[in-house]
């Protein structure tokens, strides 16, 4: 499937505008290419997209984590400070927030439906 409507943004909120944006690529390791190649096998939903991804993490399924993200991709979790995305990378309904530790969220915008999950 073509993914011309992919769109990847570095530091979306401008949270880390004295970091080199090298390292901010370095953080994420694998993940982005994992993600693009989800979106290059048609996954458009959040089912589809952890079946595709937890066969390129190869570590079995991905579990759900505690926590919520808000409207600008910020990861929230009691007593936590707040985390920042290092990037988005969006495709029609869905975006994919990547923090720092080898965190994702994604979001589908169409159904409201968020997932977060940890791939170290």
Known sequence: ????????????????????????????????????SSFEHGCRDIPAMKEELARNYGFGELYPMQGEIDDIGTYLYPEDPPMHPLASMSCDNITVYFWKHAMLGIVDFDTEEKFVTRMD
């Open 1 to 36: 499937m073509k993914t011309s409507h992919l769109i990847g943004t570095l530091d979306p909120n401008e949270e880390f505008m004295d970091v080199d944006k090298s390292r901010l690529v370095e953080a994420m390791g694998v993940l982005p290419s994992w993600v693009v």
